[in-house]
């Protein structure tokens, strides 16, 4: 038995080392052609995506853009106590309010 043991570690450190190949470099050059080919993709994806940025902002001025003002429903302005400022029916950043308010309008 010992004589097996012996011939096998003969043989082991006989043997040349080799080198070993993990899954990633035996693939090496192929990631290089691929990580080029997505290098190349993005650089030309880059202008296109700004051309269509600049498009979409041109169509989306070129018209006209109506601010319509909020139906005035009467459940909307329910007071169960009033403000504690001067024009306590007009909300607190309603400046157009403040001002009828202050004219006497209101």
Known sequence: MFGLL?????RTAA?????????A???EAHHIK?????????FA???VLGLLA?????????HEHHEH?????????I??????WECSDCPLFDRECHRRCREGGN
């Open 6 to 10: 012996g011939r096998t570690a003969v």
């Open 15 to 23: 043997r040349p080392a080799g080198r070993r190949f993990f899954s």
């Open 25 to 27: 470099e035996s693939h």
């Open 34 to 42: 691929t990580m080029d080919t997505w290098r190349k993709i993005s």
């Open 45 to 47: 994806c880059v202008p």
């Open 54 to 62: 600049v498009v979409n902002v041109g169509i989306h001025m070129s």
């Open 69 to 77: 003002e909020a139906p005035a429903f009467s459940y909307n302005k």
């Open 79 to 84: 007071r169960a106590k009033k403000f504690p």
